[in-house]
C-alpha cells in the first residue's frame, strides 16, 4: 500500500494543473476519439457524470488517502510515466511548468522528482505522513463545505483546483456504460471529481481485500512458524526472574477455603451432586390422570372424561335377557337416535371369529374427538374449609366477665304479670309495676316488699327519677302520669322531694297546654301520690331526663300528640312535634346531648331539641320496634323487635346496623344498656335473658366488639308470654328481670 501511496503522489504531482483543471488520465491504448477529447484545451470537457464514486462525501483526508493510493500502485509506476511523459509532450505546457516550478514554491519535493526520473529508485526511502494526498491540500475541511462552490480546494501553490463540468445526463451515462468496456473499473476521485480508471493489479488488490485476504500477493498466512519455544535445553533461560515466594509455600487463603468448604460438606450444607435420571422424558397422555401426573401439575388442566365400560349388551355372546324381541327391535328402530338408551341392538354370534367390523366405529370415534376438543369443561373449585375456620374468633367469656351468670334473688308478691321495673339511682330499692293494679316497692338485697301502692288500674310504665336528691317515681296508669314519693332511703331527699313540688306557684294566667297537672287529694298524699298528670289519651310510656326535671310519655294515639315532654320543676307541658311518622312505640332521652330519640314500628327517628329539626333515620329493618335503649356514652343505642332482632345502631358509622343478633327464638320485650360495664342485655318471650358484653372503644377507627355471654333462664312462660323487662344495678353487674309469672329476678 506504500507503493500505491508513493504512485498517488506522483500522478498528484503530474496533473496539478495552473487556473485550469486537469485531465483524467487515460491509458495510450485509448481509442482516437477520447484522445481527441482530452487534447480539447477547453476546461469545460469533462467526462461523463455519474461514474463510480469512490466513498460518500463525509470522509476524512486519512479515509481518501487510500483511494488516492488505489490510483497508482508500486508496481504500475513505469506506466504512469511514460503516459506522463507522453502527455507533457502532447501540448500541455502548463503541466510542465508547474512541475518544473514545484522546487521553487517552498515545500521540496525530492521524493516526487525521483518518481519521475529514476523510476526504479527506492520510493520507501522517505515517506512523511505530511505530504499524502498532495493534489487537494483542504486537509480536514470535509468537503461537502465545497457543494456551493466550483472548486473542490487548493493545490500547494493555493490555485484552485476546479470541479469537472459534467453537462451529461442518465441516457449519456448509460450510453457511456454501454460502449467503454472500462466502465466498470473506473472509479471518482473526491478530492478532484475526476474520474481514475483502476489498473489489473488494484483490481486485483480490491478483489484480495474483499474476500478477506492479504493484500501482499507474497505474503505466506501458512509458512512454517518458528518454534521459538523450543525442548532443547538452551545456554541462556528465556526469563531469569526469581521465584515467587508462593511458588514454595502454601497458600493460606486457599488452606481457609478449603477448611470451610470442608466444614460445610460435614455440617451437611453442601450436598454432592445427583446423578440425572436416565428415564425417558415422554409420556402417554391419558394413561396417567392422578394429581401427581404431569398433567395434573399443570393448574388448569380438566382430565378428558372416561368412556363408559362396556356391559353385557356389548357381548358378541350376550345372555339372553338382553337380546331384544322383535317388537323392541321395530320400537327401537322407530325411535329418535337421541332417545335410545343403546345406540346399537345387541347381537349374539357363536365365536369371536364371527363377530364383523362395527358399522359405526369411525362415526363414534370421530364424535369421541369432537366431545373432547368441542364441549366445554369447567373446573369446579371444591372449598376444603374446616367449619371451624367459619366461627369468627371471639375472646372467651371467661376473659370478659364480670357479668350476670346465676338467679341469686326471686321477689313474689304480684298477682299478675310483671310489666315494668326500676331501680332508684343508688341502686337499693326497687319498684314493680303490674296487671293486678299496684306498684310495688323492694329492698333489692333482700328481696322484702317495703311498700305496696294500690293505682286503681293496670300499671304501664315506671320509671324512677335518675337524680339521687330527689325520692320520686313516676307511674304510668290508664291516661295519667302518677308521680309517687316511696318515702324510702335518706330522709333529707324525701323531704326535699316535698318541698320541691310544694314550692311552686302557679302562675296568674294559665297557659293552655296539652296535659292537666293536679295536686292529690290528703288521701292520696298518705298513699305516696304527690300529683297527677292527667292526659286525653291512655299512656303507653314514661321516661325521665337524666337530669331528673324533664320526663317524656308516649300517648296511644295517632297524630302529632303522641309524644309530650314535662317539666316538673315549672309543670309545664309540650308536644314538640307538628307532625306525625306513624305509630310511636318508644322514647329515650339522649345521656348527654339534646337530643330525643324516637321509634316507630319501623325506624328510629333522632330529633334537635335546641334546633327542633330532624338529625338522623336509623332504619332497624325490622317488622315491629318494640324496645329502645341508648348506650351511656350516647354514641351507639339498640332496639328490640317483635320479629326476634336485636339490632345495634353505631350513630357515627351509618344509618344501617351495625350488627344484628338473632339469639331469641320468639318476641324482644325489652333491651337495656348497664350504665357501668360494657354489658347489654335482652328479654324475650321465650322466658330468657340474654346478657352480651358489647365494648365500645374510644378509637373511632375500632368497631365495636359485640359477645354473647349468657342466657340467664328463670321465668315461666304464662300466656305465651316470658320476660317483659330488663334493667341493670346501676352500680354493680346485676340484671333484674319482670316476667308474665308473676316475680321479679336478680340474677348475679
Known amino acids: 500500500m506504500a507503493g500505491a501511496r508513493g504512485a498517488g503522489r506522483a500522478a498528484a504531482t503530474r496533473s496539478r494543473p495552473g487556473k485550469r483543471p486537469a485531465e483524467p488520465e487515460r491509458e495510450p491504448e485509448q481509442e482516437p476519439e477520447q484522445e481527441q477529447e482530452q487534447e480539447e484545451p477547453s476546461p469545460l470537457c469533462s467526462p461523463a457524470p455519474g461514474r463510480i464514486h469512490t466513498s460518500d462525501s463525509g470522509l476524512s483526508d486519512s479515509e481518501e488517502s487510500v483511494f488516492s493510493g488505489l490510483e497508482d500502485s508500486g508496481s504500475d509506476s513505469s506506466e504512469d510515466d511514460s503516459e506522463d511523459g507522453a502527455h507533457s509532450d502532447g501540448g500541455h505546457g502548463g503541466t510542465r511548468k508547474t512541475t518544473e516550478k514545484q522546487p521553487q514554491a517552498g515545500t521540496p519535493s525530492p521524493r516526487t522528482e525521483a518518481v519521475v526520473s529514476t523510476p526504479a529508485e527506492d520510493e520507501y526511502a522517505e515517506d512523511s505522513s505530511d505530504e499524502e494526498d498532495i493534489r487537494n491540500t483542504v486537509g480536514n475541511v470535509p468537503l461537502e463545505w465545497y457543494a456551493d462552490f466550483p472548486h473542490v480546494g487548493y493545490d500547494l501553490d493555493g490555485r484552485r483546483i476546479y470541479k469537472p463540468l459534467r453537462t451529461r445526463d442518465e441516457l449519456d451515462q448509460f450510453l457511456d456504460k454501454m460502449d467503454d468496456p472500462d466502465y466498470w473499473r473506473t472509479v471518482q476521485d473526491r478530492g478532484t471529481g475526476r474520474d481514475v480508471r483502476l489498473t489489473d493489479e488494484q483490481v486485483a488488490l480490491v478483489q484480495r481485500l474483499q474476500r478477506g485476504q492479504f493484500g501482499d500477493v507474497g505474503f505466506d498466512p501458512y509458512e512454517p512458524a518458528v518454534d521459538f519455544f523450543s525442548g532443547d535445553t538452551m545456554i541462556h533461560p528465556v526469563t531469569n526472574r526469581p521465584a515467587d515466594k508462593r511458588s514454595f509455600i502454601p497458600s493460606l487463603v486457599e488452606k481457609e477455603k478449603v477448611s470451610r468448604m470442608v466444614h460445610a460438606i460435614k455440617m451437611g450444607w453442601i450436598q454432592p451432586r445427583r446423578p440425572r435420571d ?333 334546633r327542633q329539626e330532624l338529625t338522623k333515620k336509623l332504619m332497624p329493618n325490622c317488622k315491629w320496634v318494640s324496645s329502645l335503649a341508648v348506650h351511656p356514652a350516647g354514641d351507639n343505642i339498640i332496639c328490640g323487635s317483635y320479629d326476634s332482632k336485636l339490632v345495634w345502631f353505631d350513630l357515627d358509622l351509618s344509618t344501617r346496623p351495625y350488627k344484628v343478633l338473632r339469639h331469641h327464638k320468639k318476641a324482644l320485650r325489652a333491651v337495656a344498656f348497664h350504665p357501668r360495664y360494657p354489658l347489654f342485655a335482652s328479654g324475650s318471650d321465650d322466658a330468657s335473658v340474654i346478657v352480651c358484653h358489647g365494648m365500645v372503644y374510644n378509637d373511632l377507627l375500632q368497631n365495636p366488639l359485640l359477645v354473647p355471654v349468657k342466657v340467664l333462664k328463670g321465668h315461666v312462660l304464662t300466656r305465651g308470654l316470658g320476660v317483659l323487662d330488663v334493667a341493670f344495678h346501676p352500680t354493680q353487674p346485676w340484671l333484674f328481670s319482670s316476667g308474665a309469672d308473676g316475680t321479679l329476678r336478680l340474677f348475679t
Open 278 to 610: 436416565q428415564a425417558p422424558s415422554y409420556y402417554d397422555l391419558w394413561a396417567q390422570e392422578d394429581p401427581n401426573a404431569v398433567l395434573g401439575r399443570h393448574k388448569m388442566h380438566v382430565p378428558a372424561p372416561k368412556l363408559a365400560l362396556p356391559g353385557h349388551a356389548e357381548s358378541y355372546n350376550p345372555p339372553p335377557e338382553y337380546l331384544p324381541s322383535e317388537e323392541e327391535r321395530l320400537a327401537w328402530e322407530q325411535q329418535e337416535p337421541g332417545e335410545r338408551k343403546l345406540n346399537f341392538l345387541p347381537q349374539k354370534f357363536p365365536s369371536l371369529r364371527a363377530v364383523p367390523a362395527y358399522s359405526r366405529f369411525i362415526q363414534e370415534r370421530f364424535e369421541r374427538c369432537l366431545d373432547l376438543y368441542l364441549c366445554p369443561r369447567q373446573r369446579k373449585m371444591r372449598v376444603n374449609v374446616d367449619p371451624e375456620d367459619l366461627i369468627p374468633k371471639l375472646p372467651r367469656p371467661r376473659d370478659l366477665q364480670p357479668f350476670p351468670t346465676c338467679q341469686a334473688l326471686v321477689y313474689r308478691g304480684h298477682g299478675d304479670l310483671v310489666r315494668c321495673l326500676s331501680v332508684s339511682p343508688g341502686g337499693q330499692w326497687l319498684a314493680s309495676g303490674s296487671d293486678d293494679s299496684s306498684v310495688r316497692l323492694w329492698e333489692v338485697s333482700t328481696a322484702r316488699c317495703m311498700k305496696t301502692v294500690p293505682v286503681g288500674a293496670v300499671v304501664k310504665s315506671v320509671a324512677w327519677n335518675p337524680n339521687p336528691a330527689v325520692c320520686l317515681v313516676a307511674v304510668a296508669v290508664e291516661d295519667a302520669v302518677l308521680l309517687l314519693n316511696p318515702a324510702l332511703g335518706d330522709r333529707l331527699a324525701v323531704g326535699g322531694t316535698d318541698q320541691l313540688l310544694s314550692a311552686f306557684s302557679p302562675p296568674e294566667e294559665p297557659a293552655l297546654q296539652p296535659a292537666q297537672w293536679l295536686e292529690a287529694t290528703d288521701e292520696e298524699r298518705q298513699r305516696g301520690l304527690r300529683l297527677r298528670i292527667c292526659h286525653s289519651k291512655p299512656v303507653t310510656q314514661v321516661v325521665w331526663h337524666g337530669r331528673g326535671d324533664y320526663l317524656a310519655v308516649v300517648l296511644a294515639t295517632p297524630g302529632h300528640t303522641q309524644v309530650l315532654i314535662h317539666q316538673l320543676s315549672r309543670r309545664r307541658s309540650q308536644s314538640p312535634f307538628r307532625r306525625s311518622h306513624g305509630q310511636v312505640q318508644r322514647v329515650a332521652f339522649h345521656p348527654s346531648r339534646p337530643f330525643l330519640l324516637v321509634a316507630s314500628q319501623r325506624s328510629v327517628r333522632l330529633y334537635h331539641l335546641l
